[in-house]
């Protein structure tokens, strides 16, 4: 019954932003640290960023360190990640993560980054 629902996802031209939201249920958020990862044709599943159950320790992947900010909302079960200043390279489905007793992850979120 653990379910991830991404949402915010969209075209977007070169220096622009987007806000991805994770809609969290089946488990008890709050005590699970979280995962933002995305994946572009042709590669493999990158790990973007990581929060901490209580969000007082985040860390991020090289390629999105600056650019790309991951919060949470343990009131309403929310996962956050901004994204801001994207590239080309950005172009990936977005998904968000979570382990608990098993691996779970959302459907995912198409970000296009072009002109």
């Known amino acids: 019954q653990v379910q991830l629902v991404e949402s915010g996802g969209g075209l977007v031209q070169p220096g622009g932003s987007l806000r991805l939201s994770c809609a969290a249920s089946?488990?008890?958020?709050?005590?699970?640290?979280m995962e933002w990862h995305r994946q572009a044709p042709g590669k493999e599943r990158e790990l973007l960023a990581h929060i901490t159950s209580t969000g007082d320790y985040t860390n991020y992947a090289d390629s999105v360190k600056g650019r790309f900010t991951i919060s949470r909302d343990n009131a309403r079960n929310i996962l956050y990640l901004q994204m801001n200043s994207l590239e080309s390279d950005d172009t990936a489905v977005y998904y968000c993560h979570v382990d608990t007793t098993h691996n779970y992850w959302g459907q995912g979120t198409q970000v296009t980054v072009s002109s």
């Open positions: 089946g488990f008890t958020f709050p005590l699970y640290s």
